[in-house]
């Protein structure tokens, strides 16, 4: 029971951690599973088992609240019940994969029903905001949090509940040989559907060639992951000094950001008011996330304390706490303290009209660059080589990820909110100048580099097909058995791990195929190849 709490109240930080201040950003399922076989008493397993989902799972993001699998919930429920299963740590993790993936396609149901609860309390939290009842607003803003991790902890608690008993154990006792050698190789080429995903979003067409830079520094340099990230590095700074292309850029004023005023810095706004505001976002920014309004009562609420002191009249107030209750989504890590921060700006300045448009203007193109470089393309990087080496049962994988996480996303939504507030209405003027842009261009050019090293290192299979060859040997003909695969080393090292991935990415692109039909195939197809004995995963990567 102790074991089954203990997981459900994981669950729910992990569930929180990922709508509100993302410090080791807990819903990623390398962190989540990493964490619950802790709990458990198997910390290998939960390795395992999170650094598989995590690669799974790559480049697959709630975009615009999009309902995507609960991998979470299916790292955290495939481990505790793995965990209970018989055997050794290869079909414990077997175990933990066939249960955890369904876990996560079929929990994903449940997510909708969070959304709809919350977005049914929005319209309470419109009627406090035009009473100017602050309170009130606070309340629905953290009440809104509980219909999200129930339908993450409820199924956690009852999973955890089930795997303390005795009949995971007495199922699995009796699992045939073959079905864990073939969960095992669909665990090995899973990670080849998240490098699809991925690729599908990027520019492959434009930057295919980047992908051949990663390739060869692994397969023939035999660099370590590590290396081919610093020599990825290397060639985005290159890259983007020497590019003569012109970034995209967002809008500026001229093109619907308000124009012809310029803000000032107002002492009324104290340090605190500050404090309190950018607080307020860092920690809940999207807890009340609903399919009507999306961040706007997050938003609101941040700017609770900054309107409160700005404007004393009720119904000024009154008034700014609905302006501010408008529909309202970015991106919460580049893009969402940039804005906050200029709507206080312009708010202090006393053009609550510039505040508003404002954010109008900027939320569409920050959420398209701020996901691009935080999402598709720096967690990505940072997830993969965690999961890459808690795979080896390295635990500096999921302590890597969560130190990339909380200081660099700690630092630069600090940043923002700053360089905002400082600079104001200018802050649109700032952003067409490109710079993030640039930065975007350097992250694509690095991504690129990286996956060309990640795919062989990460997709693991090699196929145990022999043919018999005969020669002739002092005159008498000799048959012997030769691998199919030295033949493809000496043709291209790592070639199936190459094909698998390019085959998953025509199926997302060419066939169009729903990530989780896709998830289907890779699997049913590895537990039939692992089954006959056709293939098996490739040995762990050298690093």
């Not at 029903?113 to 406090?128: C, E, F, I, P």
């Not at 890259?239 to 292309?245: A, H």
């Amino acid at each position: 029971m102790l074991v089954a709490l203990a997981l459900t109240v994981w669950a729910v930080y992990c569930t929180y951690d990922g709508l509100g201040p993302f410090l080791i950003y807990a819903q990623r399922p390398l962190i989540a599973g990493s964490v619950a076989g802790l709990i458990t008493g198997n910390p290998l397993l939960g390795l395992l088992i999170g650094a598989t989902l995590e690669l799974a799972a790559l480049g697959v993001y709630t975009y615009g609240g999009a309902t995507i699998p609960d991998y979470q919930t299916g790292a955290i429920v495939g481990t505790a019940l793995a965990a209970g299963a018989a055997g050794g740590t290869s079909a414990q993790v077997a175990v933990g994969l066939g249960v955890g993936l369904p876990a996560a396609v079929l929990l994903s149901a449940l997510d909708p029903v969070g959304k709809m609860v919350t977005t049914g309390l929005v319209h309470r939290a419109d009627s406090y905001a035009a009473d100017g009842n602050a309170r009130g607003m606070a309340m629905i803003h953290w009440v809104s949090l509980v219909p999200w991790v129930a339908v993450r902890a409820i199924p956690t608690f009852l999973a955890a509940l089930a795997a303390s008993g005795g009949l995971v154990k007495d199922i699995t006792a009796n699992i045939p040989a073959g079905f864990v050698d073939g969960m095992t190789l669909a665990g090995s080429l899973l990670p080849a559907v998240g490098f699809a995903l991925l690729l599908s979003m990027m520019e492959l067409p434009k930057y295919w060639y980047l992908l051949l830079i990663g390739f060869v520094g692994f397969a023939y340099l035999h660099l370590p992951v590590l290396g081919v990230a610093l020599v990825g590095v290397a060639v985005a700074m290159l890259f983007v000094t020497f590019s003569r292309e012109e970034p995209a850029v967002v809008p500026s004023a001229a093109e619907g950001a308000p124009a012809g005023e310029e803000s000032t810095v107002d002492p009324r706004l104290t340090k605190q008011d500050l404090r309190r505001a950018y607080r307020r976002y860092f920690w809940s920014s999207q807890i009340s996330w609903n399919y009507e309004r999306m961040q706007a009562l997050g938003f609101a609420y941040a700017m609770e304390p900054v309107l409160r002191r700005l404007y004393p009249d009720k119904g000024d107030y009154a008034a700014g706490l609905q302006r501010h209750m408008q529909f309202f989504n970015t991106s919460v890590l580049v893009g969402g303290p940039l804005i906050l921060g200029s709507a206080v700006a312009l708010e202090e300045a006393g053009t609550p009209t510039s505040a508003a448009s404002t954010k109008v203007a900027l939320m569409g193109p920050l959420a398209g660059i701020g996901d691009t470089l935080v999402f598709a393309l720096y967690n990505s990087i940072i997830f993969t080589m965690g999961a890459s080496w808690a795979l080896q049962g390295n635990w500096l994988g999921p302590v890597f990820a969560a130190v990339m996480v909380l200081v660099p996303y700690a630092l630069i939504r600090r940043w923002q909110f700053g360089f905002a507030y400082r600079e104001g209405k200018r802050l649109a003027g700032h952003l067409a100048a490109g710079a993030l842009a640039r930065v975007a261009q350097g992250a694509t050019v690095l991504g690129f580099v990286v996956l060309g090293g990640f795919i062989p290192s990460i997709v693991k299979v090699v196929t145990t097909l022999t043919y018999r060859q005969t020669t002739t040997v002092q005159g008498k003909p000799v048959t012997q058995a030769v691998a199919i695969q030295d033949r493809l080393d000496e043709l291209v090292p790592f070639l199936l791990p190459v094909l698998v991935t390019a085959g998953v990415y025509l199926l997302v692109v060419k066939a169009r195929m729903r990530p989780i039909w896709i998830i289907a195939v890779v699997m049913v197809a590895g537990v039939a190849l692992g089954w006959l004995g056709w293939f098996a995963p490739a040995g762990p990567a050298k690093s």
